[in-house]
C-alpha cells in the first residue's frame, strides 16, 4: 500500500485544518488507515484510525472531542479534521495503514505533512 499525505499547515490556536490521506495498492480495502504523529523531541504517537468497512473508528484520547477521522472509500482517501488547534497539536502528522486496530500493527507509512499550531 503506498500512502500520500497531505494538507499540513500554519494555523493559530484554535483554528482547524484536514488532512488528506490517498492510498493506492493492492489490498488497501482490506487494511485499516490512520494518522500518527511525532512531535520534535517525542516519541511517534497513535492519533486515529478507521476501517475501510463497517464504519468502526478510534481517536486517541488527547485528541477526542476536536479530531475526527472519516474515509471516501470511492477515492481511497482518508481525512483527519483537526478543530480547536492548540499548540501542543504541533507535529508532523504521518498517515500509516495495517490491520485494524493498527495502533502497533502499521505496515505501511506515508511521507509526513508538517502541522504548526501558533499560540
Known amino acids: 500500500v503506498q500512502l500520500q499525505a497531505s494538507g499540513g499547515g500554519l494555523v493559530q490556536a484554535g483554528g482547524s485544518l484536514r488532512l488528506s490521506c490517498a492510498a493506492s495498492g493492492r489490498h488497501v480495502s482490506t487494511y485499516a488507515l490512520g494518522w500518527f504523529r511525532q512531535a520534535p523531541g517525542k516519541e511517534r504517537e497513535f492519533v486515529a484510525v478507521v476501517r475501510w468497512t463497517g464504519g468502526s473508528a478510534y481517536v486517541a484520547d488527547s485528541v477526542k472531542g476536536r479530531f475526527t477521522i472519516s474515509r471516501d472509500n470511492a477515492n481511497n482517501t482518508v481525512y483527519l479534521q483537526m478543530n480547536s488547534l492548540k499548540p501542543e497539536d504541533t507535529a508532523v502528522y504521518y498517515c500509516?495503514?495495517?490491520?485494524?486496530?493498527?495502533?502497533?500493527?502499521?505496515?505501511?507509512w506515508g511521507q509526513g505533512t508538517q502541522v504548526t499550531v501558533s499560540s
Open positions: 500509516a495503514s495495517g490491520p485494524w486496530p493498527l495502533v502497533r500493527s502499521v505496515n505501511s
